[in-house]
């Protein structure tokens, strides 16, 4: 008797590489999994300006880095004595405002340089909702302000594919190469509310699918669909209900690279996968020869692979087998 019903999502027509450069931008799944590519030698930059949540947000710091904005003294507030950014997380505050300007401009141009090379843009959109100030600019982060300074609206699903839409024709003039992932993270926003939260991401599903089919070089990957109606338990989420955990998330990886990169990088991905695990094995005795050969080994596989990947970097991996060699 099955008690639940398994869904593979279609594999895409065109693929992820390693010589691929991935700009990953949206809601904390879209940096679990950009962990998980960077863990496999990808080259990503992710979420240059910290997690973001809604469409606008994402939108609008994408043209950012497309226009190369650098930031001034005025487009920071100072709240509790730390100087910040709306469109900013908390990690580029500062109690100087010269030093959060040089972090986010630092960032900024990070982004812009990335961006323009970038092969795939894969945005995780987590809500529909957003927070706006007075003179109604669309905060990223609300910083820990009182939640009264703010205006929440919900983004009806015109607004989300507009916003999107706009923010993808300035993208394909920058760079017109580029092709976009988009995924609905299975995030449960419940502060707003049950209904709210499935209103919000209803909104963001139907806005990314009318984008999708309107555009060539866009496609889907149903990581909220792959929590919510395969898996659907609540044993798949982390303590607070909210957050899917490590179970859940490993099963999402595991069909992104099923659906969604190439073979070639499934073969090496597997590899890097052994290098990782001999990297992180900690020896009974250190000082056996067992272990020198054990070193020399994977450091045989390590120079292997790089030299049959150049576009791969390994140096972190040849510096630690080298070095527990030369420590012998």
Known sequence: ??????FTPKPFVHKLAHHHHLFLAGSCFTEQIGAKLTNYKFKTIDNPNGILFNPISISENIISYIDQKMYKENDLFLNNEIWGSWNHHTRFSDVNPAQALEK????????????????WLII??????VYELKNNKVVANCHKVPTDKFNKKLLSALEVENTLQIM??????????????FTISPVRHLRDGFVENNRSKANLI???????????DC???PSYELVIDDLRDYRFYAEDMVHPNYQATQYVWEKFTTACIDEKSLLIMKEIGIINAAKNHR??????????????????????????????????????????????
């Open 168 to 181: 993808l024709e300035k993208l394909k003039s920058f760079n017109p190469t580029i092709k976009a992932i």
């Open 1 to 6: 008797m099955e008690f639940r019903l398994p």
């Open 283 to 328: 020896p009974f005795n250190p000082t056996s020869n067992q272990h020198l050969q054990f070193l020399k080994t994977n450091l045989e596989k390590t120079v292997q692979l790089q030299q049959s990947n150049p576009y791969i970097d390994l140096t972190t991996e040849l510096d630690f087998f080298e070095s527990g060699i030369n420590n012998f």
């Open 124 to 129: 995780t959109l987590g809500s529909s909702y």
């Open 206 to 216: 139907s806005a990314v699918h009318d984008i999708v089919s309107s555009n060539e």
């Open 104 to 119: 986010i401009n630092q960032s900024q141009k990070a982004a812009h340089d990335f961006l323009k090379k970038a092969d």
């Open 219 to 221: 496609f889907y990957f």
